[in-house]
DNA sequence: ATATAATTGAGAACGATTCTCAATAACTAT
DNA sequence: ATAGTTATTGAGAATCGTTCTCAATTATAT
């Protein structure tokens, strides 16, 4: 009944809790369809997938949600070209781990790509570092995507 | 009265025609507004200040020269989290050279960085390189956003 | 100069997202 | 448990960036 647990064990609710929020069926189902249904949900996707659990839920509530556990820093929201914001539970320490996107500018596939390796990630680090040094920007956050055409479409 | 001629001189007619589409002064208009106006403006920003030189000129063929000119490679479009495309000229080579984008959370101020050293710029190739193997996708493009709070902000 | 087809401007239409508001329900202090 | 306070909700209207429609215009090849 709560697979979302897998996510961050009764650490979800908690965090909610923590700000002065509530915890409610609507978000629940929220939770539970971003845990069943994986990486880059539109909110509509989101919506229909949650909406089976309670049908009672408003789509008005999943964007308030969505957004809510954006400014939690649970999730990551973002966006691949097709003016659908994208929404995917933000764990670098999870089972689903950091990762980026391919995207296919043909068929608006979109590929995780998990295989960033240690000097991938510790440049990135360094990077950040650097940034903030040189700017004063304290870096929460970033995107990397690839934009393509893959197999499929003839890449 | 073509000061976008230092971006690729006497380039971007000739490529616009090369596919068989035609110059006119609304798309002068819009090269001449991306190449005044710098870095990540959106289609609002283009429009007003072109309409200023061709007075006459409509926004949906602001958004339809900015949909071409990203089609045929000479712009780049790409999100910030607010909603609103953003379009710069995409020159590589050019002057203003490859660069990626610092986004403040707080303020939405956008900072150009252009300060990728040969290892990354290696990296990111030699990443490009091996996604397309693995994946068999055709990498065009690629975005690289960093988000969060800067100076003025708290950063 | 002419013909042909691309391009245009204006406004309507679209679609994702946000807002409004009265009703409901989660949490807190009792 | 209970009641009170206040966040949250669902539904639909509203917003706003972007795209579409269409008749009029105009760039280009001949």
């Known amino acids: ?24 069926p609507a978000r629940h189902a929220v ?35 969505l957004e809510l556990l954006t400014e939690l820093g649970m999730v990551s929201r973002f966006d691949t070209g097709d003016d659908k914001a994208r929404y995917e539970f933000a764990d670098p ?3 689903k781990g950091h990762h980026h996107h391919l995207v296919c500018t043909s068929c608006r596939k979109i590929i995780d790509y998990k295989d960033f390796i240690k000097e991938e990630t510790e440049l990135l680090r360094s990077t950040e570092e650097g940034l903030s040094r040189k700017y004063g ?8 995507q690839f934009y393509g055409v893959c197999r499929e479409c003839g890449g």
Chains 1, 2 share one sequence.
Not at 10 to 22: D, P
Not at 34 to 47: C, N, P
Not at 137 to 144: A, C, D, E, M, Y
Request: net charge positive; with cysteine; glycine share 8%.
């Open 93 to 95: 320490t999870g089972a």
């Open 1 to 24: 009944m709560s697979p979302h647990k897998e996510h961050n064990p009764n650490c979800c609710c908690r965090r909610i809790r923590g700000h002065g929020r509530r915890m409610t």
């Open 31 to 65: 939770l539970d369809a971003l845990s069943e249904r994986g990486e880059h949900l539109t909110a509509e996707e989101v919506f229909r997938s949650a909406a089976r659990r309670y049908p009672n839920l408003g789509l008005a509530t999943v964007y308030r949600t």
């Open 137 to 144: 920007f304290k870096i929460n956050s970033h995107v990397i």
